[in-house]
C-alpha cells in the first residue's frame, strides 16, 4: 500500500554525487538507510531498508559490509517528487539481487 509522507531529512549522508546517494534518515520513527536507486523525469527512486542502529554504525565505520545493512527489511520503495517534494511511500517484500552491493563490499574502499 503507498502512502504519502513528509519528506525525510538527511540525518547522515554517507555517498554523496550532486545531492545525498547513500543516507540516513528517520522515516516513519525509525532510523533507515536510504540508496537513491532511479533519478529523472521530474522524481528520485530510493530503495529503503531497516537495519538496526548498530549495523548503521557498523557500516559507516566499515566493519559491516554494505548489502547486509541493505538487505535487512522492512524494506520500501520511496518516491520524491521534484520542485513539490511529495513523499510517496510503498513496503516491498525485498529487493532483487541486482540491486543489492556485492557481499563484502564496504563504504570506503581505503
Known sequence: MKSEILAPEVVDTFF???????????????????TLIDFGDGAN???????????????????VPLRDVSDTGPFYRMTIADFTAKTILEEVEGWPEDMLPDPGVLLSLD
Do not use: F
Open 16 to 34: 554523496w554525487y550532486d545531492g545525498p546517494v547513500l543516507y540516513s534518515a528517520y522515516i516513519l520513527g525509525q532510523l533507515r538507510l536510504v
Open 45 to 63: 527512486t530510493y530503495m529503503v531498508s531497516s537495519p538496526s542502529e548498530a549495523q548503521m554504525k557498523g557500516m559507516a565505520e566499515n566493519r
